[in-house]
């Protein structure tokens, strides 16, 4: 299964900006798609973002017109670049890559923690 290491999560004070990237131990090609989900303490797991194959982007309505998710098919990377961060953006970014076949688990990161506070 492809392994998803995340990074680039950390501290921003309110209004300010991260980048995330996800690298892929393969092809993300080979996804149907991928994406960003996030987790809070005492909350579900959310999603933020995702990315088709083909390139068509859906995003939370929590972080629409905030956030743009982006990938690099050649460095097998996916981005998410988050602007105009807010106290409650605040949570456990996870990468998420999902196959093709409905049959196959979809495979995760390990996560980023992103705190934004003053």
């Known amino acids: 299964q492809v392994q998803l290491v995340e990074s680039g999560g950390g501290w921003v004070q309110p209004g300010g900006s991260l980048r995330l990237s996800c690298a892929a131990s393969?092809?993300?090609?080979?996804?149907?798609?991928m994406g960003w989900y996030r987790q809070a303490p005492g909350n579900e797991r959310e999603l933020v973002a995702t990315i088709h194959r083909v390139g068509s982007s859906s995003y939370g309505d929590s972080v629409r017109g905030r956030f743009t998710i982006s990938r690099d098919n050649f460095k097998n990377t996916v981005y998410l670049q988050m602007n105009s961060l807010k106290p409650e953006d605040t949570a456990v970014y996870y990468c998420n890559a999902r196959p093709v076949s409905t049959t196959e688990p979809d495979a995760w990161g390990q996560g980023t923690q992103v705190t934004v506070s003053s």
């Open positions: 393969g092809s993300i090609f080979s996804f149907s798609s």
